[in-house]
């Protein structure tokens, strides 16, 4: 069974920091180019990061300069070291293919909330 699991969210102040990870489990990771997405309630999910298989990254101009996407290919993880963060950032957020190449995706996991106050 193919799983994402997302962690790492929280609350923090404007301009703190969170890094965010997420987990892949039942399929092979290394192939795919991943990213991370997030959504506010009302709105549609919006790709903030992306990196494919060989590390290279692509940011969202809302976050670039501030957000960082890595993975670990061994690990089958995903990560998002977001910093100076903005409360406009506050959303759930969630990983999985990136659906600018891929048509069919992971089942989405639960997403892990951050929340950064003014």
């Known amino acids: 069974q193919v799983q994402l699991v997302e962690s790492g969210g929280g609350l923090v102040q404007t301009g703190g920091s969170l890094r965010l990870s997420c987990v892949l489990s039942g399929s092979s990771f290394t192939p795919f180019a991943m990213a991370w997405y997030r959504q506010d309630p009302g709105h549609q999910r919006e790709l903030v990061a992306r990196i494919d298989s060989r590390n290279n990254p692509i940011y969202a101009d809302s976050v670039k300069g501030r957000f960082t996407i890595s993975r670990n290919n061994v690990r089958k993880t995903l990560s998002l070291q977001m910093d100076n963060l903005k409360p406009e950032d506050t959303a759930a957020y969630f990983c999985?293919?990136?659906?600018?190449?891929?048509?069919?995706?992971?089942?989405w996991g639960q997403g892990t909330q951050v929340t950064v106050s003014s």
């Open positions: 999985n293919k990136d659906r600018q190449i891929y048509r069919s995706l992971f089942p």
